[in-house]
């Protein structure tokens, strides 16, 4: 136990100093004020740059307007981020040797595994968290009791929970090729396959990268929560087994 | 323009934001000589006129390794 907390002490420390936190942190802060703000003022910015006399019937943006924007941002930018800054943690390791001395020194190698994984999803659900209460803020400034409604909750969770299976995917990438480029491949190659699998007909309800396309159709009740239940299960499952993976192959690798 | 100037209070964090960015990306081009790729000029021009993604890159890809 207290090999983990110090080297997740060790990973903060890192994320500090790389500038990881600061850029994470400010760029989801940015996402969660600038999705209400675009619902806001896009259809008053697109008249006043419409030629004159140009006429095109442009919806009152609502609250669902600035949830369907928080949740592309998030989904497009935010986790591509998410997996830019936290693939490289393992393959850096592996290339400065830096972990040659404190394995030889006896500490568990599953406790590089676990502490990784605990920084790195510590430091996402902060930064989701930011950006997610600063996106409720300006909704709420904007049309007030409009930009609560039930099921918000459960859909910025399930987006939440496939961050985590990204961070686990590109952990086990890592551990698997050794580079930055093998772990991205990786992480995006698990996103693909699921979008091919998504052909397949009622493959969908199964496969993890529902949680992330769903959402706006949850908040509009088109979908209801039980129609995600099996995604989310997969993806905690899938979790799992990449973390277990990582742990097996991680133990075997030649340092 | 109009509807931005009249928001001003609420796009501020934006301009705050960016800011935080380029002193942060700026101080570390003038104390690091060395750069993964490119050199100190484009960098500085990348992080003062591409706003958000120029700092953002410069901090993630280009930054050198602190020695």
Known sequence: MREYGAFTKKEFLEFFRTYKYLVMGLVFLLLGIMSPLAAKFLPELMKEFMPEGMQIALAEPSALDAWAQFFKNVTQIGLIILVILFSGSMASEYGKGTLVTILAKGMPRKTVIFAKFTAASAAWTGAYLLCFLTAWFYAWYFWRGEAWSAALLFSVFCLWLFGILLIAASLFGGVLFRTIYGSLLFTGGIVVLQFLLNIVPKAGKYLPVSLASQNMALLQGTAVTADLAWAAVTTAVLTVLFLAGSCFVFGKKQI | ?67
């Open chain 2, 1 to 67: 323009m109009k509807v931005l100037l009249e928001n001003l209070p609420l796009l501020l964090p934006l301009i705050i934001i960016e800011l935080v960015l380029m002193t942060v990306a700026l101080v570390h081009i003038f104390r690091h000589p060395n750069y993964r790729f490119g050199n100190r000029a484009v960098w500085i021009l990348a992080v003062v006129f591409i706003q958000i993604i120029g700092p953002v890159i410069y901090l993630l890809f280009g930054r050198g390794e602190d020695e």
